[in-house]
């Protein structure tokens, strides 16, 4: 369905250029949940922006994002609004900067079919209140004449969600939908999109730095690294036998509740400077298992991992 | 070292007034905590957003007003309204806050942010012994001192980070109160951040606060735990046996709801109904009865006080039986 | 591809680049600095307005005549004989009363750039002070300095003008301190928003838990922090009480006789235009553009280097 190719985005900035997303690929099958992580400066949030064609205007967007057979780079703005409104849905991170604080909740969700689906006011209203019911909104009646600031965190995520939800899409984008939200809400949305995901069929790219979330939500994980795929696999393969470096570091470096502490183990260094183009691989500066090729070459992805030492000879 | 005693800390804020003159609403952001921190020890404090915990350290460290309650210091009560005592606590008492970028003054070198403190604190050093303490500081948090004549942009946050528990720690402190240190952070380098601190606490004999929303990180780090809802405690004990048998029901729902790293295991998250109740107005009896699922009528009675558990203590009124 | 790559090695630009990757680093004044000499249309401006203030200053010295003499030659015959001339001595010609237009120019651009660079930042100091104070204690000091501020824009500057001279005269010295009086809002309300926004930020705590008084922190903490506002606001300031300097001077109730300022000048020579001596208007007019359009362009400058969302 979503195809992504060799995808590239660059920044023009005052300081020079940013590379933030080099050579990417991946798809999205129909009915997929696919989690792509990374930390911050990986490139993942200008990712979704690329497929959204909402990349700010100092962007350059290279590769080819397909969406059924139609690169979404190349189409023209009123096409691609039509996508972006009925077939592609976007969740943010801030929901309440995704709601218009001065309108009704109602007026918010029936904006979206009123205009491209020409839905009636009836319709549009009933449409409402049956994706309200969706994701989880008690009292959707009362609700729908509510304005956003009456509403608490936990429900204004919901709300968004219903929004991307009322053209009923075929893609759901969610860039970091719960890291604004605390953990017993986090949970709550993880799972109302996990529902919503079974019950409507929809695609979900769930965008995240979070290895939690996307342990109990996807069934594929892509881990991004200085704008690059460092390795690429199923859930539970990935979590068990991390098969890159750099996820194994990352897993090391997760706290967790049940296991009795040790030290954590860090990964040492900062993130990667995104100044050039990769030469060489972007995590070789911090990597335990670095050796002199690892500073020279760009390791390309085979075999769902970019790294050129064996697995069996990693720490 | 450090006691805090039933501590208020109350905001007025001016809602929507019918007339200039009508009185402005009280926001209670805590509501009565206590607790000891030992030298060289790790007190954790976890809790929602809006729970009060950032609210309570920056109340300890005179940041925020505490409306009622008591804060000694190795034995000696602190006296928010006087100087000297005030000066006595800052000596002793330093803070890292949450951001660390907006944590630093963006006009000044590092060198110069971290000096700044030893002109307050130890006014008998000259300008170079002030400089070359704070070399020797930033060196030992990992910032090397070739570059400490640059300014906090030229940084990254973790590194942003290191200089702002390089400013606390240059003058000395026994106790750093750390506001939510490490959540603005990505995990590979909030793992650096904690290491430091630990091994930092190790060298020195430092005693933390460590307030964090994030309980693996505070499971981690901590020597005992204080779970906070809407201001008050709900449960203390340590560390391990708060995330291996929690008591009070909010700690439950809250634990249940730490999403883990490891596909296998299906979180089962207890879902919290109900709304908070308004801090402008807080309702009689256990703060927490409009969300738990385990509450009754006599919840609703009074504020329920700490009762001891197996390890710590909790405020409830319905602890399982100890078993 | 390799041939590429060494040329790139060995050319001036990697020597640059490489170069700068090895400072060890650049405040934020050395940055804008910089970025401002990039800016040619501002590098230009400051030339321009470098030789004006030279003008002003050193100009009498090829002045042949002072401001005040009237030369009686040429008295009555303006028209014909009162234009700019060599022989004479009159560069500029002489204005209605037959007094050298060049020494005048010269005396009037003195008064209006002493009016613009005096009035100009001190009133915004003045402004940026009492908006720094407020914006920081906020509550009822905020309200009150709130409340005048939105008094006083309601009164007319003219009118205040008008009845200020009347009881104080019309010297220099009174004109920079009427300005000085009127324009005490320059800057308050933009400071004051800066330092209610700073002073959230966490640095302003971690200076607080050293012990800093807030006259301190307001001082090392966040004057440094808000200088940039205010050099953008002062650059926008002094053309702007040039400007009212000058309108003032215009509709006559600005500088006394002989003293003059670009505004007067214009002023009169406007009167005069219809007779035919059009070079009464033309000289102050073009020593007026300049100086507003090079201060434009400095500001413009300015605004460019210093905002750090330009960037």
Not at chain 1, 26 to 48: D, H, N, P, T
Not at chain 1, 114 to 138: F, N, S, Y
Not at chain 2, 242 to 251: A, E, I, N
Request: glycine share 8%; charged share 20%; net charge neutral.
């Amino acid at each position: 369905m979503l195809s992504v190719e060799t995808l590239r985005i660059r920044f023009r900035t005052g300081d020079g250029l940013v590379h933030a997303v080099n050579d990417v690929s991946f798809r999205v099958g129909a009915g997929e949940k696919l989690a792509i992580v990374g930390e911050s400066g990986s490139g993942k949030s200008q990712m979704a922006l690329a497929v959204m064609g909402l990349l700010a205007k100092n962007a350059e967007a290279e590769g080819r994002v397909l969406w059924e057979g139609r690169d979404l780079l190349t189409l023209p703005p009123a096409e691609m609004n039509r996508i972006r409104a009925r077939e592609i849905a976007i969740v943010f991170q801030d929901p309440m900067s995704s709601l218009n604080p001065y309108m009704r909740i109602e007026r918010q969700l029936t904006e979206i079919v009123e205009q491209h689906e020409g839905l009636g006011r009836a319709a549009a209203r009933a449409r409402a209140l049956e994706v309200m019911d969706a994701v989880r909104i008690p009292e959707a009646r009362a609700r729908l004449r509510a304005y956003p600031h009456e509403l608490s965190g936990g429900m204004h995520q919901r709300i968004v969600i219903a929004m991307a939800l009322m053209c009923r899409p075929k893609l759901i984008l969610a860039d970091e939908p719960t890291t604004a939200l605390d953990v017993t809400v986090q949970a709550q949305i993880m799972q109302l999109l996990s529902e919503v995901q079974r019950d409507l069929g929809t695609s979900v790219v769930l965008i995240t730095h979070d290895l939690g979330v996307v342990a109990g939500f996807c069934e594929e994980v892509i881990v991004l690294y200085g704008g690059r795929i460092m390795e690429q696999a199923a859930t539970l393969p990935l979590f068990e036998r991390p098969a890159h470096p750099y996820t194994r570091g990352l897993l090391r470096a997760v706290p967790n509740v049940e296991d009795p502490a040790d030290e954590l183990i860090a990964i040492p260094g900062s993130p990667p400077s995104q100044r050039a183009f990769p030469t060489r691989c972007p995590f070789a500066p911090r990597c335990v298992d670095a050796i002199e090729s690892c500073r020279l070459t760009l390791p390309e992805l085979t075999g769902g991992r970019a790294c050129l030492r064996p697995v069996e000879e990693l720490t | 070292m450090l006691t805090v005693t039933d501590a208020h800390v109350t905001f007025e804020v001016a809602q929507t007034k019918r007339w200039p003159w009508s009185p402005p609403g009280i926001v209670h952001a805590v509501n009565g905590v206590s607790f000891t921190l030992k030298a060289g020890r790790t007190i954790g404090i976890v809790g929602e957003s809006g729970c009060g915990k950032s609210t309570l350290i920056r109340a300890v460290a005179g940041l925020a007003p505490l409306a009622q309650g008591r804060v000694t210091l190795d034995g000696q009560r602190v006296d928010y309204g006087s100087r000297a005592s005030m000066q006595r606590l800052r000596s002793r008492v330093q803070m890292i806050f949450q951001d660390p970028i907006a944590s630093l003054n963006p006009r000044m070198t590092i060198r110069e942010i971290v000096a700044e403190p030893l002109g307050f604190f130890r006014p008998e050093m000259d300008a170079e012994a002030r400089r070359d303490a704070a070399l020797a500081m930033l060196d030992r948090v990992g910032i090397p001192a070739t570059q400490a004549n640059r300014f906090p942009h030229e940084f990254s946050g973790g590194q942003c980070q290191r200089i702002g528990i390089a400013r606390a720690l240059v003058a000395e402190p026994k106790v750093l109160l750390c506001d939510e240190p490490v959540s603005a952070l990505d995990v590979s380098i909030q793992a650096q951040v904690v290491n430091l601190l630990k091994a930092l606490q190790r060298e020195i004999g430092l005693a933390l606060v460590f307030v964090a929303h994030d309980l693996g990180v505070v499971r981690h780090i901590s020597d005992e735990v204080l779970v906070m809802y809407m201001g008050a405690t709900m449960e203390r004990a340590p560390a391990g046996a708060l995330v291996r048998d929690p008591q009070h029901p909010y700690t439950r729902a809250l634990l249940s709801a730490v999403p883990v790293p490891d596909p296998r295991v299906k979180v089962a998250p207890q879902m919290l109904e109900g709304d908070l109740p308004s801090p402008l107005d807080l309702p009689e009896g256990c703060l927490f009865r409009s969300r738990c699922s385990r509450a009754v009528a006599e919840c609703g009675a009074a504020r329920p006080p700490m009762v001891p558990t197996c390890s710590g203590e909790a405020a409830c009124i319905r602890l399982p039986a100890p078993a | 591809m390799i041939g590429a790559a060494k040329r790139r090695l060995t050319s001036p630009a990697f020597a640059e680049d490489a170069a700068e990757e090895m400072v060890a680093s650049r405040s934020f004044w050395a940055d804008a600095g910089r970025r401002f000499l990039r800016n040619r249309m501002a590098v230009v401006s400051v030339g321009m307005l470098g030789l004006l203030i030279l003008f002003a200053l050193f100009g009498n010295l090829l002045a042949r005549w002072t401001y005040e003499e009237i030369d009686w030659n040429l008295l009555g015959r303006i028209k014909e004989e009162g234009g700019p001339s060599l022989s004479n001595g009159h560069w500029f010609g002489v204005d209605e009363l037959g007094r050298d237009l060049y020494a005048r120019t010269v005396q009037g651009t003195r008064t209006s750039l002493m009016v613009g660079f005096v009035a100009g930042p001190v009133s915004v100091l003045l402004g940026a002070t009492i908006g720094a104070l407020a914006g920081y204690y906020g509550g009822r000091f905020d309200r009150t300095v709130l409340g005048a501020y939105t008094i006083w824009l309601a009164i007319p500057y003219i009118i205040f003008f008008v009845v200020w001279q009347a009881f104080f005269g019309r010297s220099l010295g009174q004109m920079i301190l009427v300005i000085i009086l009127v324009n005490w809002t320059a800057g308050l309300l933009i400071v004051r928003g800066q330092v209610m926004m700073l002073k959230n930020r966490e640095f302003v705590d971690a200076a607080r838990m050293l012990g800093m008084s807030d006259l301190q922190i307001l001082a090392r903490h966040l004057a440094p922090n808000i200088l940039w506002v205010v050099v953008i606001y002062t650059s926008l300031v002094i053309p702007e009480v040039i400007m009212a300097e000058s309108l003032v001077s215009f509709l006559g109730v600005g500088i006394q006789e002989p003293n003059t300022s670009l505004g007067a000048l214009i002023s009169a020579g406007a009167a005069t235009m219809t007779f035919g001596t059009l070079w009464q208007l033309a000289f102050p007019a073009a020593v007026f553009v300049i100086a507003q359009v090079s201060l434009f362009y400095i500001g413009d400058g300015l605004r460019d280097a210093l905002d750090p969302k330009e960037r």
